[in-house]
């Protein structure tokens, strides 16, 4: 649960499509857009300065109706990773949730031998996507 009421979810929709979540999250995003849209691509990396590893995605699905939005991207050959996420949000009874799920496998070599690095960076990650989006607390 990320928020209640409509403008927590309307605030958290518009964060969804505009990159937020990965933005928020210290992932850099160099996309051909700045919102989210099926088809798009982009190019999304974590690190620090010029040390980043990252690759390309693209926008396979877009929900926008009134009570859910989200997304999903998949990766693109040049991805350390090969796999997906979605990233959901959903009002119900006034409560605001937030949904991420992925699954990937190691696309490289060194993503194969680095996989319990990868995995301790992809945990972190997720942890700050679903941070990302929570409504402040007063």
């Not at 850099?28 to 300065?49: F, H």
């Not at 409560?95 to 696309?107: D, M």
Request: proline share 7%; charged share 20%; hydrophobic share 40%.
């Amino acid at each position: 649960m990320i928020g209640s009421g409509a403008g927590d979810f309307n605030a958290a929709r518009a964060a969804l499509f505009t990159w937020q979540v990965q933005l928020r999250s210290g992932v850099r995003v160099e996309a051909d857009s700045p919102i989210v849209r099926l088809g798009g691509v982009a190019v999304v990396s974590v690190g620090v300065g010029p040390l980043r590893i990252g690759g390309p995605v693209r926008i396979v699905d877009v929900v926008d109706e009134p009570e859910r939005a989200g997304f999903t991207y998949v990766t693109l050959p040049g991805h350390p990773e090969a796999g997906e996420e979605s990233f959901r949000i959903s009002t119900d009874d006034g409560l605001v949730r937030f949904e991420l799920t992925g699954a990937s496998r190691p696309a490289t070599l060194l993503t194969r031998v680095g996989a319990p690095f990868a995995a301790l960076v992809q945990h972190t990650i997720t942890d700050r996507y679903v941070r990302s989006l929570e409504s402040p607390r007063e």
